[in-house]
């Protein structure tokens, strides 16, 4: 897992940095002139040429190591490959909730009229909206 975790960093790293490369190179000027004399520069076409074959190699690249880091991710947690010493914690913990549940004493019946401990009780209900004048 830790493998795949690295490369797929790895992936995503270089991708963002080709991507990034790609958007922040300022692309040439492929044609220059007036109405009727235009040079065609075709140096300048193959460069941001190169520019947008940059960004669709960072895009995918980010993509792919995106994938590759969620995919092992994944792959770890559910993993059922568990150490002698993880098994061994887990029963403690559930033998320590069951402890817990035995000793506890559940409420098994409503509580009274006169046993009911709210600290403010309301004697008298006002109401507080205006009274209509119609």
Sequence with gaps: FQVGLISGTAFMLIGLLVLVVGFLVPPKIEALGKDDFVVVDTRAIQFNGSLEICKLAGAILFCIGGSTMAACLLMSAFAKSYSKEEKYLQQRFKER??????????????????????????????????????
Excluded: F, M, Y
Aim: proline share 13%; charged share 20%.
């Design 97 to 134: 909730i069951a402890d817990l549940k035995a000793h506890a004493n559940p409420v098994t019946k409503a509580p009274a009229p006169g046993d009911s401990k709210i600290p403010v009780t309301l004697s008298k209900v006002q109401n507080v909206q205006p009274l209509s004048e119609t």
